[in-house]
């Protein structure tokens, strides 16, 4: 199953929105993906099912959409293992390339925004009702 060749041709708002990542993006992971499973097939093994993009893809669609691999399992004609075995291993190789990275703990802490505190009093106090007179409720009663 070869969900990229149906994928590739679409609109790059369109290919952003199911994917998640534009199409040069795309193209740069795919290059990362590529160079890294040469390297790992030169030693020999047996070639995946999938092409690097439909992996990719389906990494991404895992990402994107935390289906399960189950999910992807079924909807790519995988097992689930070996859906996780190809969403961790582009994961990684991805990471390892460090050319997608998120910025680490420091960049975000050194945040120069101003924080602005309201507090609110939202203590409970009771509501003031008429006491309620059971001597009074009783004749009522019996007179009626």
Request: proline share 5%; glycine share 4%; charged share 30%.
């Amino acid at each position: 199953m070869q969900k990229y060749k149906h994928i590739k041709t679409l609109p790059p708002i369109a290919f952003k929105r199911l994917t998640g990542v534009r199409k040069d993006t795309f193209t740069v992971m795919s290059s990362i993906v590529r160079e890294a499973e040469n390297k790992r097939m030169s030693r020999g093994g047996k070639p995946p099912h999938l092409g690097v993009e439909d992996r990719l893809l389906m990494t991404l669609e895992y990402l994107r959409e935390y289906r399960t691999y189950f999910h992807l399992g079924k909807s790519y004609g995988l097992s689930e293992s070996t859906c996780y075995t190809n969403c961790r291993w582009i994961e990684d190789t991805l990471i390892k390339s460090r050319a997608f990275s998120l910025p680490g703990k420091k960049v975000l802490l050194k945040n120069d925004e101003q924080w602005e505190i309201i507090l609110v009093d939202a203590t409970e106090s009771p509501i003031e009702r008429p006491k309620k007179k059971r001597a009074v409720q009783a004749t009522n009663k019996k007179q009626k």
